[in-house]
């Protein structure tokens, strides 16, 4: 069936270094990307999405940027910081179906 | 209310019982979502509302499981028979617009089952 796949599943970096997490989906008429970040034991929150229709997208410290033709996605988190640790979950929109479907999350951890 | 909100928020049952996970989400959101979170994984896609009816339930593992949204805007995620494997953490999420338009999922806290 249609998915994502995300990767690395955990990823530690030096504090104020880059974080970039990839991520493939197979559906090639997905027009919708969202990132969420999940604190421990808390919900799942959106940080930034793109549609198909732009190549990247910023927010502060927070891009993301999209490859229609291989089908891939990727966040970047510039000069990390402590609080930046979580787990982050891309996520695609199936075309048709209007599901959304998730990656199975990275582990960010910012190291001092 | 402010929020997706979700009840109970922790439910200990039996392995053969019945449950019923209720959310109540953002007033005026006309799509509604399931998925099942167990530890250390993403969020698994378990079924859509558009209003009242089921838009996908493609993700609901078995005929076990059930979930409705009578009037459109509460919904209850029935399991029958549980099973051990049930064990997970149960989110829902509201979002404004679905379809082509589909943009953010406001979750809500989630309601972690355990099946002794």
């Known amino acids: 069936g249609e998915n994502v796949e995300q990767h690395p599943s955990t990823l530690s970096v030096q504090e104020g270094d880059s974080a970039v997490i990839k991520c493939t989906y197979s559906?090639?008429?997905?027009?919708?990307f969202p990132w969420y970040k999940q604190e421990l034991g808390k919900r799942p929150q959106l940080i930034i999405d793109i549609r198909s229709n732009v190549g990247e997208k910023k927010d502060q410290r927070i891009a993301v940027t999209l490859n229609k033709t291989a089908k891939h996605f990727s966040l970047h988190i510039t000069e990390t910081q402590p609080e930046d640790s979580a787990v982050y979950f891309c996520a695609a929109l199936l075309s048709g179906d209007d599901k959304i479907i998730f990656g199975k999350g990275t582990r960010l951890h910012i190291l001092p | 209310g402010a929020g997706v909100s979700q009840t109970p928020s922790n439910k200990v049952t039996e392995k053969g019982k019945y449950v019923e996970l209720r959310c109540d989400p953002i007033s005026g959101h006309t799509a509604l979502y399931w998925y099942r979170q167990s530890l250390g994984q993403g969020p698994e896609f378990l079924i859509y509302f558009q209003g009242t009816g089921a838009a996908d339930d493609s993700g609901l593992p078995n005929d076990r499981f059930f979930a409705v949204r009578p009037e459109g805007s509460v919904s209850t995620l029935k399991i029958q028979r549980t099973e051990r494997g049930d064990s997970a953490v149960y989110l829902c999420?509201?979002?404004?617009?679905?379809?082509?338009?589909?943009?953010?999922?406001?979750f809500g806290e989630g309601s972690r089952l355990t099946v002794l």
């Open positions: 559906d090639s008429a997905s027009n919708y």
């Open positions: 999420a509201s979002s404004l617009q679905a379809g082509a338009n589909t943009g953010e999922l406001f």
